[in-house]
């Protein structure tokens, strides 16, 4: 497959972790492509986070100018209309600036849109067959596009599992002046101040191990149990949202479409019934575990292992298991 590009995002001069999984989605849909990398931004950052991308991708394409300094889509979807040839895949990560660039740029190009694909089953008859998640999780969709005219696709972060590729010394490609040539399209929006989310003291996103913990444990002050057990594996502490709607634990620690998505490589739900909406913040854990009293708890349905059992009780009984074993 020819014409095959990933935007990628990126922040004080490094791409944003989805670059990789970008990557690996565009090695699934074609092993042998030379998918190409588009950054967009100005001055220093916009060279080291290209620096760094081209040690992911063989092609690097750099946009650069003062306007783009702050990610502004309405800037950025004519410009990425003229440079995108026609028939062109572009793959692009399900954050908020892809909601928002990506069905304009579509449009423009005269594309197939999809949005918050989770999977590719394949490619028959110059028609991608894939898999994307819709009523918070409940239902799975399975669509077919026709990628005769090319197609735009944000993909769930976390649904596509970055590999350990070797490094590669990727050429990088200043289309800066060649796009800008017609000038820059006039704006009706402008960039005012960026406000940071509230960061918390730990990044559950980027945790290999997380203890995570619902309704089911009860009381406040039994949240030492959870904090024992993960102390105990290495982890870090997650929850539902119960538990932070009842303030127990701060929102960065919430998982969920209405949280943070988590890619772990382990994922201990304890005392969480698993509701869609829990479920869909959990698209990138390799190996969940549930431990809940209710046999039927829609939690069991997700879970690699599932442990019926009261979390009050079981979790000093693991968490001494889990020190005996070390």
Known sequence: MDNLFAYIMHREGAPHDSAAELLAAARQLAPQA????????????????????????????????????????????????????????????????????????????????????????GIEGGRLKAVREEFAGLVSAHVSLDLSAGAVISLRPGAFKAGEAAPVQGQISDKSAADLDGGMPPARRRYIETVAAE??????????????????????????LVFDLAKALGAEVS?????????WLPKPRQVGTSGKTVKPKVYLACGISGSSQHLGGL?????????????????????????????IQFLPVLTKAVRAAK
């Not at 009381?219 to 030492?224: G, K």
């Open 34 to 121: 030379a998918p190409v990398a588009i950054l967009a931004g100005h001055g220093p950052e916009l060279d080291a986070a290209c620096q760094q991308a081209a040690a992911l991708f063989p092609q690097v394409w750099k946009i650069g100018h003062p306007y783009l300094a702050q990610p502004n889509a309405e800037i950025l979807r004519p410009l990425l209309a003229r440079l995108v040839p026609q028939g062109a895949l572009l793959l692009l990560a399900h954050e908020h600036f892809a909601m928002d660039l990506a069905p304009g740029l579509s449009v423009k190009l005269g594309a197939a849109y999809l949005p918050d694909a989770v999977a590719f089953t």
């Open 199 to 224: 960061a918390g003291e730990v990044d559950i996103t980027k945790a290999e191990v997380l203890v995570s913990v619902g309704r089911g444990i009860q009381d406040q002050d039994n949240l030492e």
């Open 239 to 247: 929850c539902s949202r119960p538990i932070v709607d009842a303030k």
């Open 283 to 311: 698209t990138g854990a390799s190996c969940v575990i549930a431990i809940n009293k209710h046999p039927k708890a829609p939690i069991f349905q997700r879970a690699e292992v599932g442990v019926v059992a009261d979390i």
